[in-house]
């Protein structure tokens, strides 16, 4: 029988904290709106606002502003600038990788921790 200890900050590899990251970026009901809407093509903040309006989802352009900032910081989102605008596109490959980790967790379901 196999037990798991309590969990240390020395015990949390890079590559969790990097999931963790993204997970919490992916723990906002608005920036899960934004992901799904970048799904479908790249576009600029302006551009996002009134697609989550046409979503039922108001929020004013500073606050996706931040939102999207927060995507970006964690790798989820990429920012090009487009003349005097940002353009924003969904980063495929780290979403990927972020469902292949979480896949991965699934691993530990196996484990007799009682």
Do not use: F, W
Not at 43 to 54: A, E, I
Not at 64 to 91: F, M, P
């Amino acid at each position: 029988m196999e037990t798991l200890a309590p969990s240390t900050k020395d015990d949390v590899t890079v590559s969790e904290e990097h999931l963790a990251r993204r997970l919490k970026a992916l723990g906002h009901p608005a920036r899960l709106a934004l992901v799904r809407a970048l799904a479908s093509q790249p576009s600029c903040c302006g551009h996002l606002v009134r697609d989550l309006s046409g979503r039922h989802v108001m929020l004013a352009q500073s606050t996706v502003s931040q939102h999207l900032g927060i995507l970006v910081d964690a790798g989820l989102v990429k920012r090009q600038r487009c003349g005097v605008e940002q353009l924003y596109t969904l980063n495929q490959a780290a979403l990927g990788e972020t469902l292949r980790d979480i896949a991965g967790l699934s691993a530990y379901q196996n484990m007799d921790v009682c």
